[in-house]
């Protein structure tokens, strides 16, 4: 009733290709924003913003390059922590080589050194397709993951062999390191997030994002059209690369604030964002906040909110009780609808829009 | 349809609300103590032995003595799985819950963890693991790890190594094997193990492991063979160790030349060599077995009574009794900073001086119940560590056993290097907090 | 509809000088990344050394070998798992690995609470199949005809789902794989060779044999079995086999069923080489470079592949590892793997892709 287009009539052809056609939606969006700007660290304590948010945050993030790889271009990708990492240690690198330049544009421009490598472990596709290729993307990963406990000079020859997150502020305020409060770091990620969404949202709507799309639905046919699938896929590499390497990036200097990072990356991270990106809805960036919210948060909700609840579990059984609760909801969610989250969603704003009435 | 997706909304909003609000209900007289544990997962093995340890010993002091002076203590495990991203949630949660202490149990975990803890003022207790240069109290105020880092423990291995030999002159010309974990864990021993062998003409070879071929060590074990160390000393975690047992025997290598770091010593890690793997051998810093006072305690109070995880045959194992040691300098620790601060209920800030004045005196040890089960160690404004003996356990076939005496670590080659390393973390951590802590006058 | 099965997916690598010149890059990039690690002589070090040693010392290449043969067999074994289930059903089984944990679990768990050894190994037996007739009924027919990246996701699910449940079943303590009381041999052979000592572990020597005999068993049950070729059809096309009066349903608990068998050995000879615990699920990613190497639907492969990746890695890690700081092998598999890949996209035996528009 109150979620209908009746009566917006578009009068040009860009209001007619506008991402959010419905001024519902733009409301819905701007409500969204405010409450994740304004809302979330009114209301939340630390323990929320800081283990709940910003990882969901992170996450999204990942989730979102993955998305473009595996959503938009049909290329499976086992590699993603891998590339995140090569983000985290490049910011690292960079910053501790440029400490005067300010740490959001070095996060952005180690997403650039993740591209890159993106780019080199992508060339396989190029040839190997389907599973063979998601299987051949574990060779970056690993390679990748030793690269970062072998080589030393990738954590400044560290004795512990961790990186240490140093302090950097923005107008004053710190924004890495430990003394960085948690809404700062948490806002710190928002901006980001909303931004390169934004970013990825003009990308896929685009040529670009055209031709990907072109590639994932045959690529035989995408390339007799005339697209050259080189530079599809390379492009999509490296997109996806960026947003990979820019939330790992963020993942150690506004989350993890250092530590033993190789092992962070390892190749759990990557299945796990694998799997935000299918259950969220493949070719869809709002499923890619729903898969992380799902994958990446619901796990942590359960665990610490169903004790406060009153619900008797502690230590290893609420561990055991979570593993097969998220099991048993990722079949259930599958069975439901194969086609993620985001499909549930849609299927959700259809029925609002004719509601009260069935059609 | 709708009314069941409201009510899914609803319980997901509540779950969040309550995740957000956390707010312990702790009654006067006690205090909060929260505890990583990791009893599941690929280590949990190790995990398991441990946690138990450390809440029976909590369990016991609440149930013998009604608590630390009175001071019930609320021991909470947070599960981890041996997890980084679990375990900063953990830290999370304790923060928010006013733990008096965190007890990582990862040495990823206390990576992560201290930076944050300087500023959140908690005490981190780590023992005998986490980063070694952490032992130098001046840049480390919030951080300890008693009773010695891994760098005494490569020292120890090289003075083991020596008298074995005959004199530390012997160790001319010999080689000494490194099996380790290649993550930061692994790593660590490298620095002090390449220093000494420089300075005592021995050859140092290095064999990492990769965590995904823990189980999978067979081209490793051809290397050795190749190599031909004359000792190994096998700095691993979880199902490394048991791997390692079994291919040192199935290489022939001579299994009492291979020397464990005091986590590679666990009761399940040598069975697996079945009979052969009598003579494996591995430092440690407590006793194995029940015969002690405070075993015989946590048997009465605890296990008997059917408040303890552990099943009985498991209790006075080794890694179980390091657990019962870790809470036990926990519990020493509170009542240290009663005595400072003359409160009852303490506080993060008052643990953080009680362990940094803390003294265990061999008196001590006899009064708690455990002479001889650990050595005296003291720790004080400088040295977080203590730099305390350890001693080479050794596997018999059934049970870990004591056949030599306490040795001393290298303190004048470990100490160096760990005030180095210190300064050089605080160096490139910029914007690391000056130490504003007072030290407590000689206790 | 025109038929492009011949071609090779895109066109840019089938060009010889491209192929020779991404070789010549890679063998440049590896020369350079010796240099880096290295002071004097990479090319020496790279190129004759490793030779050199092998002529030297025979019997260590002689046991490099045969420890490859052996892992190379015990990897054949997972890939076999995969594969199977691969083949019948177009699922990418991901709870292989947990499965393997868990059917080693429950076979010690239950020799613990008193089971007789053989009589447990029955039991397990069952146990799986009743996995395999509750993954059929509950994940696997409502989920049917959907695209394979979903059904990969689900068995995540059930991957977790089992993670969960294994450990409040056994808890997490590792526990001494029960060898001795399956007859399986112990100790080991020592050969006089070439002037040195071969070892050869009885345990080892079993696990080949048993694994040979598995796998001939599992061809000879898909040529000659009506359920073989019954589960043959099915890999052919799902729609065929169905309108020639197939059950799907049976056919999937069948493999599914089998692959617990595998699951079950797999778990039994690599739980004896160390311990069975949860950390044996991350031995299942061994397989995956098998995989892709042998071919996902190919028997054959991946038993070639095991053997190749099982010697490359070996050798690798052993003569050439140390040059760059060893602990190679958790990649080299990977890139073996790849570079066969680069010249047959499907693997060595797997099925030719061909791709219509």
Redesign the interface.
């Known amino acids: 009733m109150f979620y209908r287009e009746a009566g917006q009539f578009k009068s040009t052809y860009s209001a007619d290709m506008a991402v959010f056609p419905l001024r519902q939606d733009r409301i819905g969006i701007a409500v969204i924003l405010a409450l994740a700007f304004i809302g979330v660290p009114l209301?939340?304590?630390?323990?929320?913003i800081?283990?709940?948010m910003i990882?969901f945050l992170v996450f999204s993030l990942a989730a979102i390059g993955l998305n473009i790889l595996t959503g938009y271009t049909g290329l499976?990708s086992l590699g993603t922590a891998a590339f995140m990492g090569v983000g985290a240690y490049a910011a690292y690198k960079l910053t501790?080589a440029f400490?005067g330049i300010n740490i959001i544009v070095l996060v952005l421009v180690s997403g650039l050194f993740s591209a890159a490598i993106g780019v080199l472990f992508g060339?396989?596709s190029?040839?190997?397709?389907?599973?063979?290729l998601a299987?051949?993307t574990?060779?970056a990963q690993?390679?990748l993951?030793?690269a970062f406990?072998?080589v030393p000079w990738l954590f400044?020859y560290?004795?512990?062999?961790?990186i240490?997150?140093?302090?950097?502020t923005l107008f004053g305020f710190?924004i890495t390191?430990?003394?960085a409060s948690p809404e700062t770091r948490y806002f710190v990620c928002l901006v980001l997030v909303v931004g390169l969404t934004w970013f990825a949202s003009n990308l896929v709507h685009g040529k670009l994002g055209r031709s990907w799309m072109a590639v994932r639905d045959?690529?035989?046919?995408a390339?007799?059209m005339g697209i050259k699938?080189?530079n599809a896929k390379l492009t999509a590499f490296a997109v996806s690369s960026f947003y990979a390497g820019v939330a790992g990036a963020m993942m150690i200097f506004f989350?993890?604030?250092?530590?033993?990072a190789?092992?962070?990356f390892?190749?759990r991270l990557s299945?796990n964002i694998l799997?935000m990106v299918?259950?969220g809805g493949?070719g869809s960036l709002i499923g890619s906040f729903f898969g992380a919210a799902f994958i990446a948060s619901l796990p942590?909700?359960?665990?610490?909110?169903?004790p406060?609840?009153g619900v008797p579990l502690?230590?290893?059984?609420?561990?055991?009780?979570?593993?097969?609760?998220?099991?048993?909801?990722?079949?259930t969610f599958?069975?439901v609808e194969?086609h993620g989250l985001a499909r549930l969603w849609q299927i959700g704003k259809q029925k609002l829009r004719t509601w009260p009435f069935p059609y | 349809m709708k009314t069941t997706k409201l009510m899914k909304g609803a319980a997901l909003g509540a779950l969040l609300a309550a995740s957000a609000q956390v707010a312990p209900a702790l009654a006067q007289d006690s205090v909060y103590f929260a505890n990583n544990a990791y009893r599941t997962g690929p280590f949990s093995g190790s995990g398991i032995p441990i946690g138990d340890g450390m809440r029976d010993y909590i369990t016991m002091i609440n149930e013998r003595d009604g608590g630390v002076n009175g001071v019930k203590v609320v021991y909470e495990e947070c599960e981890t799985g041996y997890d980084t991203k679990k375990s900063i949630e953990c830290y999370e949660q304790a923060k928010s819950k006013n733990t008096i202490l965190y007890s990582p149990w990862s040495t990823g975990a206390t990576l992560a963890a201290i930076p944050r803890a300087h500023i959140d003022k908690i005490p981190i207790l780590s023992m005998a693991y986490g980063l070694s240069a952490s032992a130098d109290g001046t840049n480390f105020p919030w951080v300890f790890i008693p009773p010695f880092t891994y760098w005494d423990g490569a020292s120890l291995m090289v003075k083991h190594m020596a008298a074995e030999l005959g004199g530390m002159d012997k160790l001319k010309g010999k080689k000494l094997g490194l099996i380790h974990l290649d993550a930061p864990f692994g790593k660590e021993p490298i620095p002090v193990l390449e220093n000494l062998a420089k300075k005592y003409g021995f050859e140092l070879k290095i064999y990492p492991v990769a965590a995904a071929d823990m189980q999978n060590q067979g081209s490793l074990w051809l290397s050795i063979r190749r190599d031909r160390p004359d000792y190994l000393y096998n700095q691993g975690w979880g199902a490394m160790n048991p791997t390692a047992v079994k291919e040192a025997i199935k290489n022939n290598f001579p299994i009492n030349k291979l020397v464990g770091v005091w986590w590679a010593g666990g009761d399940d890690d040598a069975r697996a060599g079945g009979p052969e793997a009598k003579g494996y051998k591995s430092l440690n810093l407590n006793a194995a077995g029940t015969n002690f006072p405070v075993i015989q305690d946590i048997q009465k109070y605890v296990v008997e009574k059917g408040k303890s995880l552990a099943a009985k045959e498991k209790v006075g194992e080794n890694l179980y009794n390091r657990g019962v040691y870790n809470s036990m300098l926990v519990v020493e620790a509170m009542r240290n900073a009663q005595k400072l601060t003359g409160k009852k209920v303490i506080n993060a800030e008052d643990m953080r001086r009680g362990l940094e004045s803390l003294n265990i005196t061999e008196a001590r040890l006899k009064e708690i119940g455990m002479e001889g089960f650990a050595t005296p160690t003291t720790i004080s404004c400088t040295d977080h560590s203590g730099h305390s003996k350890a001693y080479v356990a050794e596997w018999d076939g059934t049970k870990w056993t004591k056949p030599g005496d306490w040795l001393e670590p290298l303190k004048d080659e470990v100490r160096p290097l760990i005030e180095a390393n210190a300064k050089d973390y605080v160096e490139k951590a910029t914007g690391w907090p000056k130490r504003t802590e007072p030290c407590e006058k000689s206790s | 509809m025109s038929d492009v099965a011949a071609r090779p997916a895109p066109n840019l690598l089938a060009k010889g000088w491209v192929k020779s010149g991404l070789i010549f890059i890679a063998v440049v990039a590896a020369a350079i990344l010796g240099a880096q690690f290295d002071d004097s002589g990479t090319l020496y070090k790279v190129f004759i050394d490793p030779f050199q040693q092998m002529v030297q010392a025979p019997d260590l290449l002689a046991q490099t070998i045969w420890e490859g043969l052996v892992s190379g067999v015990l990897y054949a074994l997972i890939a076999l798992g995969f594969v199977l289930i691969f083949k019948a059903s177009g699922v990418f089984n991901f709870a292989q690995g947990i499965m393997v944990v868990f059917a080693a679990l429950t076979l010690v768990g239950l020799y613990e609470k008193g089971v007789p050894a053989f009589l447990a190994v029955i039991l397990t037996l069952g146990v799986m199949f009743v996995l395999a007739v509750t993954i059929e009924r509950v994940v696997l027919r409502p989920l049917v005809n959907q695209p394979d990246i979903i059904l990969f996701m689900a068995t995540f699910g059930i991957t977790y789902f089992l993670i969960g449940f294994g450990e409040a079943l056994f808890g997490g303590s590792p526990k001494q794989m029960i060898a001795d009381q399956l007859w399986l041999p112990k100790g080991a052979i020592d050969l006089k060779l070439f002037g040195g000592l071969v070892s050869l572990q009885k345990i080892d020597i079993a696990a080949a044999v048993i694994a040979s005999i598995m796998i001939a068993a599992l061809a000879a049950f898909f040529q000659y079995t009506r359920i073989g070729r019954a589960l043959r059809a099915v890999a052919d096309s799902h729609k065929a086999a169905l309108s020639v009066g197939i059950s799907l349903n049976q056919i999937w608990v069948i493999v599914w069923f089998t692959a617990g068998i595998v699951a079950l050995i797999t778990g039994i000879m690599w739980g004896a080489r160390s311990d069975v615990s949860f950390a044996l699920e991350i031995v299942a990613l061994k397989a995956l470079p098998v995989l892709i190497l042998g071919g996902f639907t190919s028997i054959p492969g991946a038993i070639v592949g095991g053997l190749i990746i099982g010697i490359g890695e070996k050798m690798g890690e052993f003569y050439w590892g140390p040059l760059i700081g060893g602990g190679i092998e958790s990649w080299l598999a990977y890139f073996i793997a790849l570079g066969f890949l680069l010249f047959r996209p499907q693997g060595l035996f797997g099925d030719k892709i061909i791709e219509r528009i």
Not at chain 1, 126 to 132: A, D, E, S, T, V
Not at chain 1, 158 to 162: D, F, L, R, V
Not at chain 1, 300 to 306: A, E
Request: proline content about 6%.
């Open positions: 209301i939340g304590n630390d323990f929320f800081s283990s709940v990882p499976i501790t400490p060339l396989p190029l040839r190997i397709k389907g599973f063979y299987v051949a574990l060779a690993f390679f993951q030793w406990v072998r400044n560290n004795a512990s062999g961790a240490e997150v140093p302090q950097r710190p390191g430990a003394s045959m690529d035989i046919a390339e007799l699938l080189l989350w993890y604030g250092g530590g033993e190789a092992d962070v390892n190749i299945f799997f299918i259950i493949l942590t909700i359960l665990k610490f909110g169903l406060a609840l502690s230590g290893a059984a609420a561990e055991h009780v979570t593993f097969m609760l998220v099991g048993a909801l990722i079949i599958l069975i194969p």
